[in-house]
């Protein structure tokens, strides 16, 4: 049952992350909110499953700037990973790296996990969920990845690739939620800040 026992100051979101198209995608649904980048460490045992890795991964990011916050805003974090067969890709090292993986993405279907964590501090509520999204890459030339890569987008993101950027020219298809691979799924963070007493739906004019 959601809670609508917050006061007006647990509208504020504290977003944990220093990713500007999380900011773009929470901004862009009107949400009262401010930035606070984590710090978190990102290292997880290689058994982990990929849900528990974004899962815990968002978690940290949250718990990490929480204690800042000690009145009644609700801290986001989330996490992004692609996973391709068993194996996890996260952000490239270097140029190298980045055409190692799309080279391996190439012609492929990968999934990509966002998990995410909403976290209070004065009440001590927390929730933490993911979502999944399958996406297939076209079939690449190894002139095609070398010019995506030399355009430097593929450098900060999960995978090296970004889908709402020149990316999106790379990916055939995509089976689920898109801003789960943007990198913070909005359906989804909309149900759980309903559990805190924050609808950002009837919040809009």
């Not at 909403?118 to 095609?144: I, W, Y």
């Not at 430097?152 to 020219?169: F, N, S, T, W």
């Not at 909005?186 to 149900?191: I, R, T, V």
């Amino acid at each position: 049952m959601t809670n609508h026992s917050y006061n007006r100051h647990a509208r504020q979101i504290i977003l944990a992350s220093a990713s500007p198209r999380r900011r773009e995608l929470l901004a862009s649904l009107g949400a009262d909110f401010i930035v606070e980048p984590s710090e978190a460490s990102e290292e997880v045992p290689a058994d982990w499953t990929p849900e528990r890795i974004v899962e815990e991964l968002a978690l940290r990011k949250a718990q990490s700037v929480l204690d800042r916050y000690p009145g009644e805003g609700v801290v986001v974090g989330s996490d992004t990973i692609v996973v391709l067969g068993g194996s996890v890709l996260g952000k490239p090292e270097d140029e190298q790296d980045a055409i190692r993986m799309l080279g391996m993405l190439q012609g492929r279907e990968h999934l990509v996990y966002t998990g995410v964590a909403c976290l209070h501090q004065a009440s001590g509520r927390r929730e933490v969920r993911h979502r999944f999204t399958r996406v297939r890459m076209k079939d690449l030339t190894e002139q095609r990845i070398e010019d995506y890569v030399k355009s430097g987008e593929p450098m900060d993101k999960a995978g090296a690739y970004a889908i709402q950027g020149l990316g999106a020219l790379l990916v055939e298809s995509i089976e689920g939620d898109y801003f789960t691979v943007v990198g913070l799924p909005l359906s989804l963070l909309g149900e759980m800040l309903e559990g805190f007493g924050i609808d950002l739906l009837s919040s809009n004019p």
